[in-house]
């Protein structure tokens, strides 16, 4: 690194332990005097339903942020991955293709391609989680209710794939009341690239007084901001994708509601997100490539109110397809990639929630859910430094998973004090069926017949005690102990063949189950008449049998990594400023996570392993800024609204290689004008042109996408 390099890494590094030490400062000190100045605006209460029971965030004793719907489609914020970014400790883990991504929170990181997540995803009550799919539900975020982004282990509520975390998107019901139409375009051009362009259209339609009906139809296209020199191609990774659902609700009587709910999701990406240079960004296939996904999801949800208890019943049906193909060369090593696949998964949940007002809250349930997942595979790898490997084949994977859960608390003293226990037992049942062959470059060639099935069983109990006291209304503390965990993975023969020949790797076709404690200190604090919002939690985890994802040119497998251990914690500020109409956010975090006991196995092919070194995919700490102001101008009831945002994320490494992305610093802004049903705003994203790269996947790179500016339009009528 130069010398110029070291001074701005440094200087980063500064600013954000500044930033997070300022926050900490206010965290510790909130409950000082009041301020002399009077406020016009107050922070809203947000409700969520972290605990599976509708409460007020601050109450939750829990670290769970919600973002709403309306803050995220003010400031053009599209998907998962983008809001992300404004969450302590979260990141993203992988992205093949718009549709194939992968998130971490708080160092539980995962593959890219393969194996179980270690986030949970949920679509409104639906488990999204596929068995052996690490990726996350791709939704489009317009006529959102509200994100909530759980963090640390949940396996007591949402089961095993859990252990680092769950996002959750909450879609808007059908309102039996009134009908409403809302819509919104936008417009962008992407730096030395193309355009983007995107329309949305939200229909709610009452029926009668007890039934309702409510769509959402979203298109768009997002330009290639990619090189691909040898096709003589210029915008390479373009992607256009059409996203829609359908929600009906019937409400026959005060007690009982009935819910469905029809989802798709169609994206068509040339090439895929994974780049060999980054300034510019810049793919070296030379052929034509895509990797296109899509799912149909069918939901039904049955509320019925006993008075003392709600019953929750939800079922679910997803078929989701992907696929990949490749013709490219990384430095020494040439690929040829054909590979489809597809998934579907059955889950159902029953559960009982109280509704007594007295001090004793409990909740109980069981859940079901069948997954299967198969592909067939067509890969050809040739090097100059290596060994040439062709695989050919298909497998099949099923999952299958009965799991009952329970917690309880009681409300001591006029609920000062909340002690929580809370226990899930999970039986998961695995089966690969394989039919392969690997031929691996020799003098003789080796040839490995993968034909023979495997399976496996895991019996898992998750605990949960949690503790929270609430000395008045305006704040509270807990400490929260749980543990989560992920069976262990089935991969083919092929898999672990190929891997030990390009890596030196050495895994199983069977690995261990990996589970993963955490215990959590936090707080949070509403201050000054409402006007400061503040909430903070310190943490360390202890992950036993870490399962990981590696490989290089396509060819990957998942290996035990060994034993890690984390500490970290987090911040989160909202201030409503004495200026009328500004608000000021702040969230920053900071996550040491190393190798604590590695897999002499996995140092023997990838030597820059060693214990002590950050965990892969994992960055050390994020740290985000945001203004927020809205003010009438007084004239013809114009009401001028900006907004400015800036994210910091340290850099982190890539398991296959050791290589180190770079440290990001994103700076956003917008603004523009609103008016009864009418909202232009201008904006521009990515300002300085921020090339990354962001993240090192299997020797190829992530970029951020290039300083685009454009304009966004909303029409939302009162009818």
């Not at 009668?208 to 040898?230: M, W």
């Not at 300034?279 to 296939?285: A, K, S, T």
């Not at 069948?370 to 890969?379: A, I, K, L, P």
Request: with cysteine; proline share 5%.
């Amino acid at each position: 690194m130069d010398t110029t390099s070291a001074l701005c890494a440094h200087a980063h590094m500064r600013a954000m332990r500044v930033a997070l030490l300022g926050a900490t400062a206010l965290f510790l000190t909130g409950t000082g005097a009041q301020p002399v100045f009077a406020q016009e605006a107050q922070i809203e209460t947000v409700v969520v339903t972290a605990e599976k029971r509708s409460e007020d965030i601050n109450k939750v004793p829990v670290t769970v942020q919600a973002i709403s719907g309306e803050d995220l489609e003010r400031q053009g914020i599209r998907d998962i991955k983008s809001a992300l970014a404004f969450i302590p400790g979260a990141s993203l883990a992988g992205e093949t293709s718009q549709g194939t991504t992968a998130y971490q929170l708080r160092g539980g990181s995962t593959g890219d391609t393969t194996g179980d997540a270690t986030v949970a995803s949920y679509l409104d009550d639906f488990a999204f989680s596929i068995p052996s799919v690490p990726f996350a539900a791709p939704a489009d975020l317009f006529d959102l209710q509200r994100l909530e982004i759980l963090k640390g282990p949940q396996g007591t509520l949402y089961g095993s794939s859990s252990l680092g975390g769950v996002v959750k998107v909450v879609t808007n019901d059908p309102d039996t009341e009134k009908f409403d139409v809302r819509a919104a375009a936008s417009f962008g051009a992407v730096h030395e690239h193309g355009y983007n362009y995107s329309g949305d259209l939200m229909v709610n339609l009452p029926l009668d007084d007890t039934l309702a009906v409510r769509g959402v139809i979203s298109g768009k296209h997002l330009s290639g901001y990619s090189l691909v020199p040898a096709l003589g191609i210029r915008n390479g990774n373009n992607d256009d994708t059409i996203t829609g659902r359908v929600k009906v609700l019937w409400k026959p009587t005060e007690r009982l509601s009935m819910l469905g709910s029809f989802w798709r999701f169609d994206d068509q990406q040339d090439f895929t997100n994974r780049m060999d240079g980054f300034d510019p960004p810049m793919i070296n296939d030379v052929g034509v490539g895509n990797s296109p996904t899509s799912f149909t999801l069918v939901t039904g949800k049955i509320n019925y109110d006993f008075d003392f208890a709600t019953l929750t019943a939800t079922s679910g049906y997803i078929h989701r397809h992907n696929g990949l193909k490749a013709l490219g060369c990384q430095v020494d090593t040439c690929f040829d990639a054909r590979i489809p696949g597809k998934s579907l998964s059955f889950v159902q949940e029953v559960r009982l929630t109280s509704n007594d007002e007295g001090p004793l809250h409990w909740i109980g349930g069981m859940f079901y859910q069948y997954g299967e997942t198969s592909s067939n595979t067509f890969f050809n790898l040739t090097s100059d430094v290596n060994p040439d490997i062709f695989i050919d084949g298909d497998s099949a994977f099923h999952s299958l998973e009965w799991a009952g859960f329970g917690e309880v608390s009681y409300d001591l003293w006029d609920g000062m004090v909340r002690p929580l226990v809370g226990l899930r037992y999970s039986s998961v049942k695995r089966v690969l069926d394989q039919n392969s062959t690997t031929t691996i470059s020799g003098d003789p060639p080796v040839v490995i017949v993968s034909t023979a099935g495997e399976s496996g069983k895991n019996y898992h109990v998750s605990p949960r005690f949690n503790l929270s006291v609430y000395p008045n209304d305006s704040g509270m503390v807990f400490f929260n102990a749980a543990q989560g965990f992920r069976p262990g993975a089935l991969q083919t023969g092929a898999n672990v063949a190929a891997l030990q020949s390009l890596t030196g790797v050495v895994t199983s076709v069977q690995l261990q189950t990996d589970s993963l404690w955490s215990y959590e200190v936090g707080t949070k604090w509403s201050l000054f008449d409402n006007t400061v919002s503040v909430s903070g939690s310190v943490y360390m985890i202890n992950w036993n049998d870490a399962q990981y994802q590696t490989g290089l040119s396509g060819i990957s497998g998942i290996i035990n990594l060994g034993d890690v251990r984390g500490r970290g914690f987090d911040v989160e500020l909202v201030y409503a400023t004495p200026i009328p109409g500004l608000t000021f956010q702040a969230a920053g975090g900071y996550n040491s996570t190393t190798i604590d006991n590695i897999n002499p196995k996995v140092s023997a092919g990838l030597p820059f392993l060693q214990n002590g070194s950050q965990v892969p995919n994992v960055p050390k700490g994020n740290v985000s800024f945001s203004l927020n102001y809205s003010r009438p101008i007084g004239y013809h009831d114009l009401t001028f609204i900006a907004d400015a945002t800036y994210q910091y994320r340290a850099k982190e490494s890539d398991l296959a290689t050791g290589r180190q992305s770079a440290d990001l610093n994103i700076i956003s802004v917008e603004g523009g004008i609103e008016k009864d049903a009418y909202r232009v705003m201008f904006f521009v994203d990515n300002v300085t042109d921020e090339r990354g790269p962001s993240i090192w996947e299997q020797g190829r790179m992530i970029v951020p996408r290039p300083r685009t500016i454009g304009m966004r339009l909303a029409f939302s009528p009162e009818l």
